[in-house]
């Protein structure tokens, strides 16, 4: 079995001990050394060299060791210093600070283990100043879609309660714009629900057991009157065997017409949209492809973002805008499947593809 932590090379205790032995070798090498130069010089014939010996000999030898062990521990001493200074720097708030100290030892381990925590710790901070940013693009994204229609409501049910109309025309006109925008507002605030529904911690699905072939044709059976209206044509690619999967189908059907309209409202008109369904051994890819105005590489790493919609100008003029939840809420249904939901954006063309485990994730 393969050992999770390499040992270290040396550790602490042993490095002062042999510190502490080569202090009092030296110490003792030294002393002796004196010993034989004074026992061997015409001075010892003193005798106040004789009486002052015995109590200059044991205070010389304490002296060399004490020296020889603060050099030989000098770095030891250094390197405890730096910690010290660096977990002050830390606990003043310098999360970017990282101690610099290259052991092998305990105290090499110890430095290690602060810069990772203070790594941790950064990272922590950021994911929650990145939350923190979110909640407050969330709320400004809220009330600036919300607001739109709302206004325009506001406004229409104005005009009619005060009675601002020249004829029955102008009066049906103001009630059929009322009752779209209230239609347009009641969407906007399924897509919030639904998005804060999928990202909730206790987000569940309901598997049955589903024909997906089934599934996508009566979506494409739906969609079809709306494309033609926005002189967009299909052309289905799905086969025609039943293809028996555990998944969501509400969740899932959520998932697919996002990105059917979302392919309508960004097409070339006329244009059109290709739907294919392949299947392999163990998985399930569904393509759903259109031709639009490029995107640029930040525009395209961004798509799946909540509440991020790209330039207006690209829209329908016949289609309202959206909550910029579609996409965000299509990757989240999928993913919860334990799928993947990808772009391939090739010059005009755009493919979404969405692949599922053929079975039921546990």
Known sequence: MKRLF??????????LLLRVVLSATLAAA???????????????????????????ITPFFVLIFILTFLLSTRRIVKDLMSLERGLQTISEGNLSFRVSMNRQDELGRVADNINQMTERLQQQMLKEREIENSKMEMITGISHDLRTPLTSIIGYI???RT???????EYDRFVHNTYNKAIHLKKLLDDLFE????????????YKQVDLFQLVDQLLFDFEPIAQENHIQLHKDIGDSPIIMSIDSNKMARAIDNL???ALKYS????????????????????????????????ENKLFDRFYKVDHSRSSEGIQTGSGLGLSISKNIVELHR???ALDHEDTRFTFKITLPIHKPD
């Open 6 to 15: 390499k040992k270290p090379r040396k550790r602490i205790q042993v490095n």
């Open 30 to 56: 030294l002393n002796n050394l004196l010993i034989f130069f004074i026992t061997n010089v015409d001075a010892w014939e003193n005798k106040w060299i004789q009486n002052l010996y015995p109590y200059f």
């Open 158 to 160: 104005e005009l009619l």
């Open 163 to 169: 009675n601002t109309f020249q004829n029955q025309e």
């Open 195 to 206: 998005y804060t529904k999928l990202n909730s911690v206790d987000a569940t699905l309901d």
């Open 260 to 262: 059917l309209m979302n």
């Open 268 to 299: 070339f008109k006329p244009g059109m949209i290709y739907v294919r369904i392949k299947k392999e051994l163990t998985t399930i890819t569904l393509e759903i492809e259109n031709n639009g105005t490029p995107l640029t590489r930040e525009q």
């Open 339 to 341: 799928g993947t939901i």
